[in-house]
């Protein structure tokens, strides 16, 4: 990419293949995401107010269970591929819960600099 080019960089889509991306959900139950991701959330004891980043949020299902089990925390999720983060706002809205998403790069987040009190990612790195 060229200093000029202000496209998104490419990415690798959840699951492989854009065409699997509405298997997500389905795939993350049957491996028992939820556990992992409930544990990571006890553990980064998130206090009430806190500012929270889902790096890598995917089809939001992170930022949820934070919202869940600290409701009173402010979550935002980051995520490059439009086509997952159409399915994390359709999950958000049905859960009628403020969790604000941004499209974007996870080496480049495009939100101001120490502004989170925890970053959390699940899921994602071996993405970069």
């Known amino acids: ?29 049957l491996i028992g995401e939820r556990a992992l991701k409930r544990t990571l959330i006890r553990q980064a004891q998130i206090a009430p107010g806190a500012d929270v980043l889902d790096l890598g949020c995917g089809t939001g299902t ?41 499209e974007g790069s996870a080496t480049a987040p495009p939100l101001p600099p120490a502004s989170f009190d925890r970053v959390l990612s699940t899921l994602m790195l071996h993405h970069l």
Not at 2 to 29: C, E, H, R
Not at 71 to 92: E, H, M, T
């Open 62 to 102: 992170l930022a949820l269970l934070i919202k869940e089990m600290q409701p009173a925390a402010n979550v935002s999720g980051v995520d490059i591929d439009p086509q997952i983060l159409a399915i994390a706002r359709g999950k958000i809205a049905a859960a009628g819960v403020e969790i604000r998403l941004v």
């Open 1 to 29: 990419m060229s200093a000029n080019d202000t496209s998104q960089p490419s990415f690798i889509p959840a699951l492989g293949s854009s065409w699997l991306t509405p298997l997500y959900d389905t795939v993350s139950w």
